[in-house]
């Protein structure tokens, strides 16, 4: 009986926008509402699984080269169960801060809650500061990361402009995502954005399994301590995809649904992940560092360039997944958040687009800027912060005790959850930031060096 009251709770106002947005039976409202409205547990699915894996599934047999296959298999099990416990983690924190919100009848109608309100509200305003510091950092970082994919992906299609070039015009293409209000209104992106992937991620294995291996084909990796950990890094950064988590849950009917969604995304990501990553490093081997982009080596052919086009436009819905918490904290800091005018937030939004774009031209490094974010962002934003504010938050006897959610038996219960946690932040922080940082700031200041800030073509092939 108490935990159908919870659900009440939690998800009372859902319910009702459910059927106000149902009562129009218009074959239009329906429509809009098939494609636009998505609520559901499965939109929920969609989202994390399309968000998760998009480019970084092109850098990773280029993780591969610098692990070897046997580390480099056993880092993605490793960061997939690790990045979906600090998922669930999260989930936990969003609906205790909600469920006490709601006994305080606050009405989050027209308010999208984020990631830094629920530590505010449950922790204090210092936890929110760093929460909406390293939160935005890794979210425009990550939608930079986005951008230099557009331009390396499509350089392979159309060499006749260079990839700085195809940056400025991707920039122009990637800031249409300020007419997207929400995550509510992704559901067809989504389910889209996975298709996409999976057909890359299958054509991948495919054709390295056709093509067989390349002549005098080695497989040293690893062989350098700086290139070991800025392989396991980019594998880190690859589970750490959830900083978009909270705002995920929040376009829910009922959000406390969200627990074990983030685990079976990541489920279907190894699926897609470890086949094509091994057979690129398997065709290719050491030649991938040199290639950090996995289309760059395989023969152009109508199957290439439709993975090409497939991964720019999921890039394009990348982009908005990863840049849409950043237009909400703009709008909450403009006043303009609760506005219902779509036309006037988009308006508002544009000005979060500009610094992306300048930053996707001052570092174009495809692959090295994965690690660097991993190592210095993910690691405190979706790893050692999530667990670190689990931990305090429940420190209170009285806290554990009115928990609207309680660990699972299996784990052995509070002492059990606290053990993973603390093993968590300890492992991050040692092996993640702290020789993952040293690894990936090393290789990233190597591509400064070697290619230069603003370089026009990042990795391109010399035209005779």
């Known amino acids: ?39 559901s547990v499965y939109d929920a699915w969609f989202s994390c699984a399309s968000n998760q894996v998009a480019q970084v599934l092109l850098t990773l047999p280029y993780s591969f080269s610098q692990l070897g296959m046997l580390s480099g298999i056993l880092f993605q099990l490793f960061y997939g169960l690790m990045g979906s416990w600090t998922a669930y983690l999260i989930s936990l924190l969003y609906v205790e801060y909600r469920t006490r919100k709601e006994r305080e009848k606050v009405d989050f109608r027209n308010h999208v809650i984020q990631w830094f309100e629920v530590l505010d509200g449950l922790l204090g305003k210092h936890w929110r500061n760093i929460g909406l510091f390293f939160n935005c950092t890794f979210l425009l970082f990550g939608s930079v990361i986005q951008l230099i994919a557009c331009a390396s992906n499509i350089y392979y299609i159309n ?36 298709i996409m992937t999976s057909y890359t991620a299958w054509y991948l294995t495919i054709a390295s399994l056709l093509h067989g291996q390349a002549d005098g084909v080695k497989h040293s990796g690893p062989t350098k301590m700086v290139l070991y950990f800025t392989g396991a890094t980019n594998i880190l950064y690859t589970f750490g995809g959830h900083a978009v988590t909270v705002e995920i849950m929040h376009a829910m009917w009922k959000p406390q649904k969200f627990k074990m969604i983030y685990l079976f995304a990541t489920l279907y990501v190894l699926t897609l992940t470890l086949p094509s990553t091994s057979a690129v490093y398997w065709a ?46 703009w709008e909450k800091l403009i006043g303009v958040h609760e506005t219902k005018s779509v036309f006037k ?16 031209i001052i570092f174009p490094f495809f692959g090295p800027i994965n690690s660097t974010v991993g190592s210095l962002l993910v690691t405190f934003t979706v790893y050692i912060i999530p667990s670190l504010a689990h931990m305090i938050t429940f420190a209170p006897a009285s806290a554990r005790e009115n928990a609207v959610e309680r660990p699972p038996s ?11 946690n603390i093993f968590v932040v300890v492992w991050v922080l040692i092996v993640g930031f702290g020789f993952g940082g040293w690894a990936s700031m090393l290789n990233f200041i190597q591509q400064i060096d070697t290619f230069g ?8 092939p010399h035209k005779p």
């Not at 009372?12 to 998505?38: P, Q, T």
């Open 1 to 39: 009986m108490a935990s159908e009251k919870v659900e009440t709770v939690v998800a009372g106002n859902y319910v009702e926008m459910e059927r106000e947005e149902g009562d129009s039976k218009s074959a239009r409202s329906k429509l809009s509402n098939f494609f636009w409205h998505g609520g």
């Open 159 to 194: 060499d006749n402009l260079d990839k700085r070039t195809w940056t400025y015009i991707f920039g122009a293409c990637c800031a249409t995502t300020v007419f997207i209000p929400s995550f509510h209104n992704y559901r067809i992106w989504s389910f889209l954005g996975l």
């Open 284 to 329: 290719f081997g050491d030649l991938l560092l040199t290639h950090s982009n996995a289309l760059s080596l395989l023969p152009r052919t109508g199957f290439r360039d439709t993975a090409v086009i497939l991964m720019l436009i999921h890039q394009f819905i990348t982009f908005g997944f990863a840049c849409t918490p950043l237009y909400f904290v």
């Open 345 to 360: 937030r988009a308006l508002a939004r544009l000005p979060v687009v500009i610094p992306i774009w300048f930053l996707a």
């Open 410 to 420: 299996f784990l052995g219960g509070w002492a059990g959850m606290y053990s993973m």
């Open 453 to 460: 800030l603003f370089t026009k073509c990042y990795q391109c």
